[in-house]
C-alpha cells in the first residue's frame, strides 16, 4: 500500500524554524517527485513546494521562497522540508503528496500541522 | 498565476440526487503536448485530499463510475451521477499546467 507519513510539525514562535519529514513507503520513492501542499485553518489548499525525483529541479511558491528549503534522502525514502524564519501566516496543516508524472499529484499523506504564533 | 474559480461554494444534496460543480480557470490549460492539466480532488471530513480525476475527464484507480469530469480549454465541470453518503466533503479543482501549481476555493457537498 502506498503511504506518505508526514512528521516534525508543531507550535513555534514567529521567526523560528521547523523541519518537517515524510516517510514514504509501498512505492519506489526514488522514481518519484514530490511536492509539500499546505492548507491553513479554514482555508483552501495552497502548493508550496516541488523537487524532482533527482532532486535536479527544484521549484519553490514566492510565499516561501528563500525560506523554506526542500530536500530529500532516496535511500532513506523521505522528503523533507526546512522552514525558516517562519510568519504567522505559514501556519497551516502541511501535506507531503506524490507526482505520478506530468504533474499528476496523486497521492496525499494525512498531514502534520504547524503552528506560528508567540 | 491561474486563477482556479469555482462554483458554488457549497451544495445540499438529497441521497440519489444528481450534483454538479464548476471550475473555471483564467488560462486554458490546454498543453502543447494535447493533455489538460486539470484534477479534482475530494477531502473528506478530517482527511487529507484524494484523487478523483486526472486530465479533465480521467477517473483514478478506485474512483466509482458515478463520477465524470468534462470540460475544455477554461471550463470544466464535475458531476456526481446519484449522491451517496460517503461523497460528502469538499471538492477542489487543481491546474498543474504552470508553477505556481493553484487550486479551486473548493465547494462543500453536504447531504441533505
Known amino acids: 500500500e502506498v503511504q506518505l507519513v508526514e512528521s516534525g510539525g508543531g507550535l513555534v514562535q514567529p521567526g523560528g524554524s521547523l523541519r518537517l519529514s515524510c516517510a514514504a513507503s509501498?512505492?519506489?520513492?526514488?522514481?518519484?517527485?514530490m511536492n509539500w501542499v499546505r492548507q491553513a485553518p479554514g482555508k483552501g489548499l495552497e502548493w508550496v513546494s516541488y523537487i524532482r525525483s533527482s532532486s535536479s529541479n527544484i521549484y519553490y511558491a514566492d510565499s516561501v521562497k528563500g525560506r523554506f528549503t526542500i530536500s530529500r534522502d532516496n535511500a532513506k525514502n523521505s522528503l523533507y522540508l526546512q522552514m525558516n524564519s517562519l510568519r504567522a501566516e505559514d501556519t497551516a496543516v502541511y501535506y507531503c503528496?506524490?507526482?505520478?508524472?506530468?504533474?499528476?499529484?496523486?497521492?496525499w499523506g494525512q498531514g502534520t500541522t504547524v503552528i506560528v504564533s508567540s | 498565476d491561474i486563477v482556479m474559480t469555482q462554483t458554488p461554494l457549497s451544495l445540499s444534496v438529497t441521497p440519489g440526487q444528481p450534483a454538479s460543480i464548476s471550475c473555471k480557470s483564467s488560462?486554458?490549460?490546454?498543453?502543447?503536448?494535447?493533455?489538460?492539466?486539470l484534477y479534482w480532488y475530494l477531502q473528506k471530513p478530517g482527511q487529507s485530499p484524494q484523487l478523483l480525476i486526472y486530465e479533465v475527464s480521467n477517473r483514478f484507480s478506485g474512483v466509482p463510475d458515478r463520477f465524470s469530469g468534462s470540460g475544455s480549454g477554461t471550463d470544466f465541470t464535475l458531476k456526481i451521477r446519484r449522491v451517496e453518503a460517503e461523497d460528502v466533503g469538499v471538492y477542489f479543482c487543481?491546474?498543474?499546467?504552470?508553477?505556481?501549481?493553484?487550486f479551486g476555493g473548493g465547494t462543500k457537498v453536504e447531504i441533505k
Open positions: 487543481m491546474q498543474t499546467i504552470q508553477l505556481p501549481l493553484t
Open positions: 509501498g512505492f519506489t520513492f526514488s522514481s518519484y517527485s
Open positions: 503528496a506524490r507526482d505520478a508524472g506530468e504533474w499528476c499529484v496523486d497521492v
Open positions: 488560462q486554458s490549460l490546454l498543453h502543447s503536448d494535447g493533455k489538460t492539466f
